[in-house]
């Protein structure tokens, strides 16, 4: 080996080289349209592995997050309209209880009314012989 040679002058040259090569590409559209690609290719990969995956589990009869989804918004669905069922069926009941009220209270009244006319009778039976003594 010569005494010439200087492992710091090639590791500074290397260095200087290499750094103008990333320099030029960078400065171009390279970085760019290679990471445009990259991630075309990963979307395409994850299609087909969604694709792939949807067709296994359907393939081995498992529900996928969109049939759970599907059938979740059709229980909340149902479970809306057994509300409103509910709602109507108190309200009726709710109306048919104040009909059944009323009538009640208007028979009631009537029988109070035939209690006090019997009453008056009565008293006015009771009255009459006092007046006659």
């Not at 290679?34 to 393939?59: A, H, P, R, W």
Request: hydrophobic content about 35%; charged content about 35%; cysteine-free.
């Amino acid at each position: 080996m010569s005494q010439d040679f200087n492992f710091y002058d090639v590791w500074k040259d290397l260095y200087s080289q290499s750094s103008k090569f990333f320099d030029e590409k960078i400065s171009q559209d390279f970085p760019s349209q290679g990471m445009g690609q990259v991630l075309e290719m990963n979307l395409q990969f994850k299609k087909m592995i969604d694709e792939s995956t949807l067709k296994y589990l359907e393939f081995i009869n498992v529900p996928s997050r969109n049939d759970i989804a599907d059938i979740s918004s059709l229980i909340v669905n149902v479970d809306a309209k057994v509300d409103d069922l509910e709602e109507k069926l108190e309200e009726k009941f709710d109306n048919q209880d104040q009909e059944s009220l009323k009538t009640e209270l208007s028979n009631l009244k009537k029988d109070m009314k035939n209690l006090d006319n019997k009453l008056n009778q009565i008293l006015t039976l009771l009255k009459v012989p006092e007046t006659k003594k």
